[in-house]
């Protein structure tokens, strides 16, 4: 049975997806459904493809692990990915995406930001979230990151793509370019609501490595191949806002190593690793950190240059989100195994 739905999907199927109700998720340990659990519609929705594909028996349907489990195979044999994007409003705008409909998602944490937006792309379905809302109007230490990753796993998400605006600490990095991270400082510890992990078992994630090696690699394929210079590497560090940086402040992040200054990347990263998500970042570089120049640094400069940057991301979103299709090759869910005490 495995094998075969394992196989690559084909013709019509390629388009179909299967959802689970939202009531499957809520009250249950998260671990327990980790990378397994999908949304949407109806539970007769499974039971008829898991009828139709003969697999198992609707008996075990009363156990919402292993229903979540069947869900996710059948995704796989349907060719089923739902990529998920978080950043402004104007990423909606990306050229080749249809929005098909709106989902309101409520989650044990609260409220998203926004309803999420979700449409399709080439053969990927791609959810989209506005993190500060739609209209924008949360500020950065106000957003409610676990109602926002964990709506997304709720919709069957398996890979985010990141966008966010940030400053220039490192010299060579110019205002309006785009740059991958890889590596996170969190200067908002204790200030935000950071994991999953309340009750129950305590689990540590490995979170040495905070982005997606295999996502960002083929990102930068993608860069390569519509001829996009892109910042292949950076070191994210993240403030708690809103309030911009003192002049000494970026001093001190420079002498420990960041490149780039933002106030979103976290719990943002943490939170998706907990639920086994890959995750890629991409920062805009929207104005040099505070000290780095004689210009004062204004929010509407920030804004401005973001929407600037806007065609550039899309172009490449539209390069790197066909290059996501598929099983994923890389190791970020299962660095959750063994992460439990
Ligand atoms: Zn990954």
Redesign the pocket.
């Known amino acids: 049975m495995s094998r075969r739905l394992l196989n690559k999907p084909h013709g019509d199927r390629a388009r179909r997806c299967v959802y689970i109700p939202d009531e499957f998720n809520r009250g249950l340990p998260y671990m327990r459904l980790r990378g397994a659990f999908s949304t949407l519609a109806s539970q007769e929705a499974v039971v008829h493809e898991v009828r139709k594909n003969r697999i198992l028996s609707p008996l075990l349907f009363a156990n919402p692990a292993i229903l979540s489990l069947v869900v996710r195979v059948i995704n796989i044999y349907n060719g089923y990915m739902a990529i998920g994007l978080i950043g402004a409003c104007g990423l909606c705008e990306l050229d080749g995406l249809e929005i098909s409909k709106e989902v309101s998602v409520s989650t044990p944490y609260g409220d998203p930001s926004c309803p999420y937006k979700i449409g399709s792309f080439g053969n990927s379905e791609v959810i989209f979230l506005s993190r500060h809302g739609a209209p924008h109007s949360i500020p950065p230490h106000l957003v409610n990151y676990r109602a926002n990753i964990w709506g997304f796993k709720t919709l069957g998400v398996d ?1 985010i793509i990141s966008v966010n605006a940030a400053g220039a600490i490192k010299p060579d990095i110019k205002t309006g370019s785009l740059v991958l991270q890889n590596q996170i400082i969190d200067m908002t510890a204790g200030a935000r609501q950071h994991t999953f992990c309340e009750t129950g078992k305590i689990t540590y994630i490995d979170f040495a490595n905070p982005y ?4 960002r690699k083929r990102c930068i394929s993608a860069a390569a191949e519509i001829g996009m210079p892109v910042g292949q590497t950076g070191v994210y560090i993240c403030v708690n806002g809103p309030r911009l940086e003192t002049a000494m402040e970026i001093r001190h992040f420079a002498m420990i190593g960041a490149d780039i200054v933002g106030m979103t990347a976290m719990p943002e990263a943490a939170l998706t690793r907990e639920l086994g998500i ?1 995750l890629l970042g991409i920062s805009a570089i929207t104005n040099c950190a505070a000290g780095l120049s004689d210009k004062i640094l204004t929010a509407t400069e920030v804004i401005e240059n973001m929407r600037t940057s806007n065609s550039m991301i899309n172009r490449l979103l539209g390069a790197v989100i066909p290059r996501l299709s598929g099983v ?1 090759n ?3 869910d299962n660095r959750l195994n063994d992460a439990q005490l």
């Open positions: 890979q997606c090696v295999e996502m890959c994923r890389c190791s970020c």
